[in-house]
């Protein structure tokens, strides 16, 4: 097994399989994100981005094909054992924040680590050490409506970091930010991940984020080119 902490490898994925209705959406797709690579993902809309990140995030299974993260093969697992795995080894960033309203900042980044079975003061330092690096530890008491747009991405980044995963995967991360918001934040977000050793998968549309990452690739009828 090579180094890679996600390898892609013959990914098939068809939806509504049989059917008059069928799309076959990944054929044979192959990709390897290395340790501490933060690679961009780049694909025109309805290309099959999100099917890709869920496949890769273990929300979703393929048709063929194996997916193998951080050296461990995922295929074949129970639903169980791939809950389990995704929630030990993979961070998601969404376009929308989705943190929960009526917990403060730190909180949110605190339950997902209380739910892993962290001890709460580990977690609460945890935590306040991450909204530190992103600048936003003196919002740490507040809810999220009343933090900025930029302010609740980058708590949202945070809690994705909490349980110290292996792989980051995010689609469109700072989509709904004004753009000079979009790349201060997307800055913290790389700065993030590499300060935290972290590798990365991140979807977007904007070449000039794609361009700060470490390799462009691109998704094209079904696989990477
Ligand atoms: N559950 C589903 N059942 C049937 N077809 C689906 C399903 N999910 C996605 N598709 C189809 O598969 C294709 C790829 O969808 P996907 O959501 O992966 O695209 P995407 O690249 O993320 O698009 P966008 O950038 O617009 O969000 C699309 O044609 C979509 O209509």
Redesign the pocket.
Known sequence: MSDAVLDLSGIE?T??RGLP?E?G?LRGLDLRVAKGEVVALV????????????IAGLLDTADAGTVAIAGRAMTGLSDRARTEARRREVGFVYQFHHLLPEFTAAENVILPQLANGTARREAEAKAMALLDLVGVAPRAGHRPAALSGGEQQRVAFCRALANRPKLLLA??PTGNLDPETSDRVFATLLKLVRDTGLSALI?T?NLDLARRMDRVVR?DAGRII
């Open positions: 994925k939806y509504n209705s799309v959406v694909a025109p809309s309805g290309a099959g981005k999100s099917t890709l990140l869920h689609d469109e979807a549309h998704l």
